[in-house]
């Protein structure tokens, strides 16, 4: 999760949202990603789907069964749907969503039994620093 807060404060250095999500197997990295929507003009480039889009082509799979996601920020419905269809193993975020997290918060993408896959669902890790870092990104912004 510290690399995935190192992310996240790399995207608001470039004024974007700060999440930073990575992918980890069998304990080593293979994926990584930040925020990029307004550098990308791509409303699509979340941390998530950046993060997954560098493992599946590090892995050379759009398929990740045993991998885990530490992102920053509850998924969102978007970045859920896209952890289910990746089959994820476990999904670990930090600071909750309750305007837009699927994970729980809102909604819950990730362990909606009508669906063909359910992620395993941690939250809390590092909690209270992803948290201020969006509240000063935000207040900044103001």
Not at 26 to 50: F, L, Q
Not at 88 to 104: F, L, N
Not at 112 to 117: D, I, K, M, T, V
Not at 121 to 133: H, I, R, T
Request: charged share 20%; hydrophobic share 45%; aromatic share 4%.
């Amino acid at each position: 999760m510290r690399r995935a807060l190192a992310l996240a404060r790399r995207a608001a250095d470039a004024g974007e949202v700060p999440v930073g999500a990575v992918v980890v197997q069998n304990g080593r990295i293979v994926g990584e990603g930040g925020n990029c929507m307004i550098a990308a003009a791509d409303p699509s480039a979340h941390a998530e789907i950046e993060a997954l889009r560098s493992a599946c082509k590090a892995l050379g799979n759009y398929r990740l069964p045993e991998a885990e996601l530490y992102v920053t920020l509850e998924p969102c419905a978007m970045c859920a749907g896209a952890l289910v269809l990746a089959r994820v193993a476990r999904v670990v975020y930090s600071a909750a969503d309750p305007k837009s997290g699927a994970a729980g918060s809102v909604l819950n993408v990730l362990q909606n039994s009508c669906l063909n896959h359910q992620c395993r669902v941690d939250s809390g890790l590092l909690a209270d620093e992803s948290a201020e870092l969006l509240r000063k990104f935000f207040q900044n912004r103001r």
